[in-house]
C-alpha cells in the first residue's frame, strides 16, 4: 500500500521526556505506565507500553521518547493511553524505544 504524502502529514509525532514509569500488572502482557511531557502545546500524557525486557522504570524517567500524539485514547485494562510510544523490535522480539540522538525541545515533531 503507498501513503499518500498528505496522509502521512496527518500523523502527529512528536518527541517528549518520561516524567513517570511504574510497571503495569493489570496488562495482559507485561508494560510499563508511562507518562510524558510533551512540552507546553500538547501538555502531558499516558502511554502503556510494552518494554519491560530491555528497560527498568527507574532509568526512562528523564529519557526522551518518539511517540505518535493524535491517536483516539486506547483502553487498556483499567489503563487509558493516550499516546503511542514508538519502538522496534530486536531479533529476539523485545522492543527498543525510539529517541532522538540529541535532546530536542518537548513537543518538537518530527520532520
Do not use: C
Amino acid at each position: 500500500m503507498t501513503l499518500a504524502f498528505q496522509d502521512f502529514q496527518a500523523v502527529e509525532i512528536h518527541a517528549g521526556t518520561i516524567t513517570a514509569a511504574e510497571p503495569f500488572p493489570e496488562a495482559r502482557k507485561p508494560a510499563f505506565k508511562l507518562t510524558i511531557d510533551f512540552g507546553p502545546a500538547i501538555g502531558t500524557r499516558r502511554s502503556s507500553a510494552q518494554i519491560t525486557a530491555l528497560y527498568n522504570p527507574d532509568d526512562l524517567v528523564g529519557r526522551q521518547v518518539i511517540a505518535v500524539t493524535n491517536l483516539a485514547p486506547r483502553q487498556i485494562g483499567p489503563f487509558m493511553s493516550e499516546v503511542l510510544v514508538l519502538g522496534l523490535s530486536d531479533a529476539e522480539g523485545r522492543i527498543s524505544l525510539l529517541a532522538p540522538d540529541h535532546p530536542v525541545p518537548n513537543g518538537a515533531r518530527m520532520h
